[in-house]
């Protein structure tokens, strides 16, 4: 008698289907789990273990016949399990092959959608040749717009900030409001040369912290000692470098120690007699800061662009160069459309820059010292002061 089975091992079980989730979860699993519950339950039927009946026991006079009823009886449960067996094999196999041809559906169907959606996708030209949407329509019939009427065309285009400074032909009170505009305490100071010659300030004549801007200075007086002979452009001055050297340096990099041993050859007083030749009624160098004004620098380069300080052409040209070599162009260099030779400084939230602008269509001086501000806001002064002027 073939021994029955009381449920598939484990290892005749589908592997995990797609997505991890456990292929037995599906309908046929389920269904196989109920076909052999149900063998289960006919293996262990009363009929397998069937007594001999209390008559049949208490019947003494045909004993044997009744072996052999019990016998038969035991022979066709036999063959009733077998085919029971057989019918529960057949069918395990049926749900285990449906099992399989569910699975590869599942691992073909990805493909299928792929190809679906690529059927159904539009080709490029038919989407050039849907109009695009009237972007006035909103996209949300439900938004608070939705029931607005509609804009004026008119009052629909940007409007220009009332506060917005523009330019009427009084320069001052333009400045006042640029500077006003921008964050941070600042003061500026614009010189045309040529051309209608407008000048124009804002704090112009406060004394401010200077930072390295009073190195314009301090170049000044070495080339009135170099030209009056009382230096020499081959002295040695700071870490191996000559007078020469350090005199650029000093401009284009604003390399502090070749300006501090300048410094301490003009000396303070010396410094002082300077800013005064210059016409700088603000400016004085004190221990602790130099300081200046926004009309001094002004004042100071237009008198260099123009010749009239007191050096000579070949002393002028190598000043011009060295601030045109200089390499900070955050500021007025940032918002010109023109060459700007300019001289920066900045310390302690301190942002200065001084220069000589020559645009296209003329020249002039601007200088703009702040404090608190940014270049940004050097930058874009600049820019407003140049579309003033031009």
């Given at each position: ?143 608070e717009d939705s ?8 009052q629909s285009q ?101 300006a501090d041993a ?129």
């Open positions: 008698m073939d021994t029955i089975k009381p449920m598939l091992p484990r290892e005749n079980l589908p592997h995990r289907g797609p997505g991890g989730r456990p292929a037995r979860h599906g309908f046929a699993y389920r269904a196989l789990g109920l076909a052999t519950a149900a063998l289960l339950m006919t293996a262990c039927s009363p009929a397998v273990f069937h007594p001999v009946s209390t008559q049949d026991a208490g019947s003494s006079a045909a004993p044997s016949s009744a072996h052999e009823q019990h016998k038969q009886e035991l022979v066709a449960e036999e063959e009733r399990l077998a085919s029971g067996q057989a019918e529960a094999e057949a069918q395990r196999q049926r749900l285990e092959d449906e099992t399989d041809e569910e699975e590869s559906a599942d691992a073909e169907d990805p493909v299928e959608d792929e190809d679906q959606a690529e059927a159904e996708a539009p080709d490029e030209e038919d989407l050039r040749a849907v109009p695009a949407p009237d972007e006035s329509t909103p996209e949300d019939p439900d938004s029931d607005a009427a509609p804009e004026d065309p008119e940007p409007a220009t900030p009332a506060d917005t400074p523009s330019f009427t032909g009084d320069l001052d009170s333009y400045l006042d409001e640029l500077v006003a505009f921008h964050p941070g305490d600042i003061s500026i100071s614009v010189a045309e040369l040529g051309g209608q010659g407008r000048t124009g300030s804002s704090a112009g004549a406060e004394s401010r912290v200077s930072a390295s801007t009073y190195k314009v200075y301090v170049a000044y007086g070495i080339l009135s000692r170099v030209e009056s002979g009382e230096m020499d452009w081959d002295d040695p001055i700071e870490g191996g470098r000559d007078r020469a050297t350090c005199f650029a340096d000093m401009i284009s990099v604003s390399d502090n120690p070749c300048f410094r301490g050859e003009l000396g303070w007083e010396g410094l002082r007699d300077i800013a005064a030749d210059t016409g700088g009624p603000a400016t004085d160098f004190i221990p602790a800061y130099a300081r200046s004004s926004a009309n001094d620098l002004t004042a100071f380069m237009t008198r260099l662009e123009s010749g009239s300080l007191d050096i000579s052409a070949e002393g002028r040209s190598r000043l011009l160069d060295a601030l045109e070599s200089n390499i900070f162009r955050d500021g007025i260099d940032a918002g010109s459309a023109g060459s700007v030779l300019n001289k920066v400084g900045f310390i302690d939230g301190y942002l200065n820059d001084t220069g000589i602008v020559r645009h296209p269509e003329g020249t002039y001086v601007l200088s703009i010292m702040s404090d608190g501000s940014d270049w940004d806001s050097i930058s874009t002064l600049t820019r407003d002061v140049e579309a003033a002027l031009y």
